[in-house]
């Protein structure tokens, strides 16, 4: 059976202090929580606090981005092995924000998948369309490319470590939100590529999340 989850992204949000008082108040509303998971990723520089913040409590720790080469010339970069020294059991990789902005490509997010995976993290896995591939009915289809290119380098045995999350990218910040039926018509297209990939037992073990615009 699946354990529900919440991940929760701040984005480029909250200073040292602001991290700490917010992750304090997540972990205090969290207490004596059963059969759910949650996770926080805020920004690198705050990670610290937060993990003061949290420890002892059932919250992890997730990063916003990562990096697939362990050490080297790679100026601005963060590591797995980074990202577990810091606490880290979690890393979201192939958000949309990275695509749109920052030229993430279904080849980086592979990458980045199979490093996160092997060094020990929990790849949550981001995929979606825009609104102009909605409107032009090609939601499943670019859907399927990215689920099965960001999934190309994960070996097998790394498969039910992998989080995927849908974040239907018209839906981040508009106002506008997807409905139960088109979220679960993509989730059933995500499975189905899953299953695909990793065979019907694996897939039917590997959680996939709705992502949407939450604000306090």
């Known amino acids: 059976m ?5 991940a929760g992204n701040w984005k ?3 200073l ?5 008082a917010l992750a304090r108040a997540v972990a205090e509303g969290c207490k004596g929580l059963e059969g759910r998971e949650v996770m926080i990723a805020p920004p690198y520089t705050s990670l610290g606090a937060a ?15 990562v990096y697939w080469e362990e050490s080297g ?3 601005g970069e963060v590591s797995v092995p980074m990202l577990v020294d810091a606490g880290c059991s979690h ?3 192939g958000h949309s924000e990275r695509r749109q902005h920052f030229g993430e490509t279904d080849y980086t997010v592979a990458k980045k998948v199979a490093a996160a995976a092997r060094g020990g993290l929990v790849p949550v896995m981001c995929v ?3 609104l102009a591939q909605r409107e032009e009915g090609t939601t499943l289809e670019v859907i399927e490319r990215q689920v099965r290119g960001g999934l190309c380098e994960l070996p ?3 498969f039910e470590t992998l989080i995927v999350a849908y974040e239907p990218v018209w839906a981040i910040g508009t106002g506008k939100t997807a409905t139960p039926e088109q979220a679960q018509e993509v989730h059933a297209a995500i499975r189905r590529v899953l299953t695909e990939v990793a065979g019907e037992g694996t897939a039917s073990r590997i959680r996939i999340l709705y992502g949407g615009s939450v604000k306090p």
């Open 73 to 75: 010339a790679f100026t």
């Open 91 to 93: 890393v979201i990789v």
């Open 51 to 65: 993990r003061a913040a949290i420890e002892g409590s059932p919250v992890a720790l997730g990063a916003q981005d």
């Open 12 to 14: 480029l949000n909250c």
């Open 16 to 20: 040292a202090a602001e991290a700490e």
């Open 128 to 130: 979606g369309e825009t």
């Open 156 to 158: 097998s045995e790394f």
């Open 2 to 6: 699946r354990t529900p989850m919440l």
